[in-house]
């Protein structure tokens, strides 16, 4: 009456269903192990492959191609669009004949150009099996600019249209015409005190101003008419411009206008207007959008306008290199 029954066939079953589930689980999970296990073996040994013939390669490179003869640097022709020696810039990028051309490492070599201050663009490219190709886009200074860096001593220095730092071309460095031309370029005056780095952009907004001014006026038909001596950037949101006939001509820094040639326009019409009356202009402010203010410059004092140097034309269309 009190005595054990046994279990039941279904009970049974179940036990035996439980037990064959974690059997298939346990066997699942060895297989998905010995699978991750092949899959990395198979990782090492791919990648040992792949060390292997990179080494294979590396060696090869060391041992074969870099001494062959036929591979040694014997050309290196630079094209440049403006006044930089095929010297220096050779110089610059740390190439000399003989070296394996296979070897030379062509971005560090484009770093190494694009280090110097008058360096836009450049571009290498390697033709095998003895040549490497250097062309190279030159930055224009547009203007002149003066900074004490101590009391009694006073550093020349040059900018470009983007407000690049330069220093002007010694002799010796350049053709002589164009130390005339840097020599000549208008100076910027009003200047705030401010550091120089040479080969790093000025970011102060009255200069970019007035160098986007500089740029502009070289391209406009009044470049041809008169020179332009120096620029005041002393004033917020506005440029005084001093030319060699002794006008002295306002312009207004606007968003509408961001390169100056509506300005440009409305000063050559007014200098055509007073060269058809015999007079020139003494002041002029077209930072007024509405009936600028015009006053003549008296003959009696209006100067000689000295024999015009040659400039450093910013290039209009520059051919690509």
């Keep these: 009456m009190f005595g054990f029954s046994k279990p039941s066939r279904n009970r ?19 297989g998905q192990r010995r699978g991750w296990v092949r899959f990395l073996v198979r990782l090492v040994i791919l990648a040992l492959l792949l060390g292997g013939g990179y080494g294979g390669v590396v060696f090869a490179r060391h041992q074969w191609l870099h001494r062959v003869d036929a591979l040694a640097l014997r050309k290196l022709p630079v094209q440049t669009d403006g006044v930089l020696s ?17 070897a030379i490492d062509l971005p560090t070599v484009r770093a190494r150009l694009l280090r110097h201050p008058r360096i836009a663009v450049a571009e290498v490219h390697r033709e095998l099996p003895d040549t490497i190709r250097l062309h190279i ?58 550091p120089f780095v040479v080969g790093r952009p000025m970011g102060d907004p009255q200069i970019l101003a007035a160098l986007r001014f500089l740029a502009s006026f070289e391209e406009a038909t009044m470049a041809g008419l008169t020179d332009i001596v120096s620029v005041d950037v002393g004033r917020p949101q506005e440029i005084d411009v001093q030319t060699v006939l002794g006008s002295k001509v306002t312009f207004g820094i606007r968003d509408a206008d961001p390169r100056f040639e509506t300005q440009l326009r409305h000063w050559l019409a007014v200098h055509q207007d007073a060269a058809g009356r015999g007079r020139l202009i003494g002041t002029l402010d077209l930072s007024v959008t509405n009936h600028a203010p015009l006053r003549w410059l008296d003959a009696a004092t209006a100067p000689v306008e000295a024999p015009r140097p040659q400039k450093p034309k910013r290039k209009i269309a520059r051919r690509h290199v």
């Design 137 to 194: 886009r030159e930055r224009f200074p547009v203007a002149r600019v003066k900074a004490v860096s101590q009391p009694g001593f006073e550093l020349s220095y040059l900018l470009d249209e983007t407000g690049n730092v330069m220093l002007p071309f010694v002799r010796g460095q350049a053709p002589a015409d164009s130390l005339e031309a840097e020599a000549a370029l208008p100076l910027l005056v009003g200047v705030p005190n401010a």
């Design 12 to 30: 049974r079953q179940e036990r035996g269903f439980q037990l064959d589930v974690k059997l298939r689980t346990e066997a699942a999970q060895r």
């Design 86 to 102: 095929e010297r220096e810039i050779v110089g610059q990028a740390g190439l000399k004949l003989g070296l394996n051309t296979f």
